[in-house]
């Protein structure tokens, strides 16, 4: 996949569910509550007032309602604006 977010903003492609409750019963596939959590594949170049804080690899948890979700080589991922990154996961 070849793309370049401009400004502010941030290729993400979203993590798997999980498959199994802590308790260890199996969760349908319509059930699944989509993850909040993501990995960036693409970083903007940020703009003169906002500088990038986030790196291609690292795993993010970003706000449920945010960006635009678009297909790329068969694979679906979304663009964010960084503002809508809320944490970085380490």
């Not at 790196?55 to 678009?70: H, L, M, N, Q, R």
Request: glycine share 8%; charged share 30%.
């Amino acid at each position: 996949m070849n793309i370049k977010p401009l400004g502010a903003r941030v290729v993400i492609k979203r993590l798997e569910a999980e498959e199994k409750t802590k308790s260890g019963l199996v969760i349908a596939g319509a059930a699944k509550e989509q993850p909040q959590m993501a990995e960036v594949l693409a970083v903007g170049p940020g703009t003169a007032d906002i500088q990038m804080e986030v790196a291609a690899g690292d795993k993010v948890i970003f706000s449920k309602y945010a960006g635009t979700e678009v297909k790329m080589d068969g694979e679906d991922v979304i663009i964010v604006e960084q503002k809508d990154i809320l944490a970085i996961i380490q």
